[in-house]
Structure formats: structure tokens, C-alpha cells
């Protein structure tokens, strides 16, 4: 038995911040040997981004690098000088998967493109993650999370429900949603590319676009436009019952009650109130008809109760209730505790945190997060170690600035 789901793979990632990087981590946790390429003297771009302890920034220290980063080894290395570019192709030589997030184009100026790398390697397989892919009109485009999030649906859609569209602008959701989309959906398909070699023997270039990851997650109402022409609307006047989070004495709850059998559930957890007795309430077509009148009486009931009653209590019942959760409650949270949704690890600088777990859980291969690499950690035990630099090779390329 395996000790970890993906231990026999070796992964070369050549990619910053968010995307890439989070893709790297996917492989990492579950036992990938990862080794992380950054560029000399600075390292990826995210050891500079907060949030800092104490707020004091240092490039071992940054949360956003330290969560991105776990279970790696750090090489520096610079692949634009003749001989980074030589080390580089003799690490994807036996390399499994590249994975890089450059704009596109970038490989094929250092002369690392697929078709050089795929003539090294044929089994290689090279996931390029980018904000609009490879191909296509805007494949130039300089892109960002914020970008591929506002041009999604999605993106429009938040604020989901509002009164005046032209008054409520849409807002970005928070943290790296594109990034995070795109990096989860290149891990998906990089494994699809492993079966595929396993089946064939060769390796295969997958691209990926953060932009249309995320709107695959819009797809229901990209279909319905497309089968119906009806676009998508934001005005809360026209949504169902239930669709936004409702107030509670000591915060908010989502709560649906369109179907007659959770509308039933929820008189009973709030009392059977009689203003909801009422005739004009009595089906789904007339709850929806009346949605107006609905709404406001809901929500004075919801206000004499406290959110952990009514998602207790309405779940007992089998009522779809659930909490809005903030940060601190999520990370709080026993049931996420009881999952190990969260582990602690020590940092040899940054110390020790309590930071996100591996995303799933898998009984004969369970998946560990260990800590990120320190700038350049791993350099003399990959050169010297694995190909073969000579002690004068290596401070050799120290003195160049190659690592």
C-alpha cells in the first residue's frame, strides 16, 4: 500500500501566487514530490503579499506563500540564463508534470516550450494555468482574479439579489475565487492527462483559463439563456422565496421554504405564528404570488430566535436551514474540527500556525500538509544531490546569480 495517494509522481512547478501554486499544493499534500522553482535572491511573488505575524513583513513569513506552499521543496533558479535553462530541461527530463502559470508565450522565449519539453520528455505532461488561456482572442490579455471574476456570471451575480441593479454595483467576492477555480479545475485535468498516459504512454499539454473556470460554475443560467433567451436577473423581485440569507437575533440563516413540505417544517420551528396560517400562503404558487407579503413575516419571526436554535432545531425537523457563517466561526467550527478541516504546523521562521488542511480525506492514503519551504531550502540536495553538480559547480552558480 501506497503511503500517500500520489508519492510516486514527480512534479517540477515553475509558477507564483495563486494559481499555479495552489495547483502545486493539490499534488503536494497528497504525497507529489513538488519541487517549487523561484527566482533567485526574491523568490515567488507571494512571499512579499500579507498577511504577516505581527504585521511585520518578511519573506518566510507571509500566510498567503506559507497556505500555498506546504509539502514542497524550493529550488531557486533562473530559467532564462543558458545554464537555468539546461538545469530546468534536465529536472522535466524525469519529471512526471510541469505545471507553470506564465503569461502565454513565456515558455516559448526561454526556449522551454511543449514541443522541446515533449521531445525531452514524451511522458511529460505540462499544465499551464493563465487568466484566459492559450488560444483564443484574448489569450494576450493581462489578467487578474479581480478581472476573471467580474467577467464571469458569476462575478454579476454578487450581490445576488438586489432592489435597484443600477444602484447596487456588483461586488468581487472575497479572496482568490478565479485563482482558486483555475487551480482546482488544472488538478483535475492533469489527472485526467495522467490516466490518458497510463493508457498510452505519452504526455500531453493541458490548458487551463481561470476565467473559464469560473464560468463553468455558472452554467444552469448560461443554459437557461441559452434554451429559454431569459438572462439572468438580479432584482430580488424576481427570485423565488428563500434564495437570501435572512436575519436572526444573532445574525443571519438561509432557510428555504418554496415547496409546501419545508414551509411546513418552518411554521412548526417558529410556532406555527398565525400570520403564517394564512389562506393566501397555503401552496407553492400562492407563497410565490404573495412572496411580498411573505418575506417581512418570515423574517420578524427568524428575529426572536438565535441562529444555532433555528439551524438545530430546523434541521431536526428536516428543514433546509444552514448558518452565515463568519471567518472566526468557520474556523471555529466542530464540526470542521472534528473532520480535521484545519492542522498545525511548525515553521522553522514563521513559527507556528494553525492553517486549512488537505480539502478531502482518503482512508487508505490519507493526505498530510507539511510545512513550506524556506527560499532556495532544497537547492544543494536537488543540484548536488540529484543531478550531480560538483561542489565548484554550485558555487559557481551562486556566484552568477543562476540560483
Request: overall charge negative.
Amino acid at each position: 500500500m501506497a503511503a500517500a495517494a500520489l508519492d510516486d509522481l514527480k512534479i517540477v512547478e515553475y509558477a507564483g501566487m495563486v494559481s499555479g501554486p495552489m495547483c502545486g499544493k493539490l499534488f503536494a499534500d497528497m504525497g507529489a514530490e513538488v519541487i517549487k522553482i523561484e527566482p533567485p535572491g526574491v523568490g515567488d511573488e507571494a512571499r512579499s503579499h500579507p498577511p504577516f505575524p505581527a504585521d511585520l513583513p518578511h519573506p518566510e513569513k507571509s500566510g498567503l506563500y506559507l497556505y500555498l506552499n506546504t509539502s514542497k521543496k524550493s529550488l531557486t533558479l533562473d530559467p532564462a540564463a543558458p545554464r537555468g535553462a539546461e538545469i530546468f530541461k534536465r529536472l522535466v527530463r524525469d519529471a512526471d508534470i510541469l505545471l507553470e502559470n506564465h503569461p502565454p508565450g513565456h515558455m516559448h522565449r526561454l526556449g522551454l516550450g511543449y514541443e522541446v519539453l515533449h521531445a525531452l520528455n514524451p511522458r511529460l505532461i505540462v499544465t499551464s494555468v493563465t487568466p484566459f488561456g492559450q488560444s483564443g482572442p484574448y489569450a494576450g490579455w493581462k489578467g487578474t482574479d479581480l478581472i476573471e471574476w467580474a467577467m464571469s456570471l458569476t462575478g454579476y451575480n454578487t450581490p445576488t439579489l438586489v432592489n435597484d441593479p443600477a444602484a447596487e454595483n456588483p461586488l468581487r467576492a472575497p479572496g482568490r475565487q478565479a485563482d482558486m477555480m483555475g487551480a482546482t479545475t488544472a488538478a483535475a485535468a492533469t489527472m485526467m492527462a495522467l490516466f490518458h498516459r497510463e493508457a498510452t504512454g505519452l504526455g500531453q499539454w493541458v490548458d487551463v483559463g481561470c476565467w473559464q473556470a469560473v464560468v463553468n460554475t455558472a452554467k444552469i443560467e448560461m443554459a437557461v439563456y441559452s434554451y429559454a433567451g431569459m438572462p439572468y436577473s438580479r432584482l430580488r423581485a424576481n427570485t423565488k422565496a428563500g434564495l437570501e440569507p435572512s436575519r436572526c437575533r444573532d445574525g443571519y440563516v438561509y432557510v428555504l421554504w418554496v415547496v409546501d413540505s419545508h414551509f411546513e417544517a418552518l411554521k412548526e420551528l417558529l410556532g406555527h405564528p398565525a400570520a403564517l396560517e394564512a389562506d393566501l400562503f397555503n401552496d407553492t404558487a400562492q407563497r410565490a404570488e404573495y412572496d411580498d407579503a411573505l418575506r417581512p413575516l418570515i423574517q420578524q419571526e427568524l428575529l426572536k430566535y438565535d441562529m444555532d436554535w433555528l439551524v438545530r432545531e430546523g434541521q431536526k425537523i428536516g428543514l433546509p436551514i444552514g448558518p452565515v457563517l463568519t471567518v472566526a466561526q468557520a474556523a471555529e467550527h466542530p464540526h470542521l474540527r472534528a473532520r480535521g478541516a484545519f492542522v498545525e504546523i511548525d515553521h522553522p521562521v514563521a513559527g507556528r500556525f494553525r492553517y486549512p488542511g488537505p480539502l478531502v480525506r482518503l482512508t487508505a492514503t490519507p493526505p498530510t500538509a507539511r510545512r513550506a519551504p524556506l527560499l532556495g531550502e532544497h537547492n544543494e540536495d536537488i543540484l548536488c544531490g540529484r543531478l550531480g553538480c560538483s561542489r565548484e559547480e554550485f558555487a559557481g552558480l551562486r556566484a552568477a546569480g543562476v540560483i
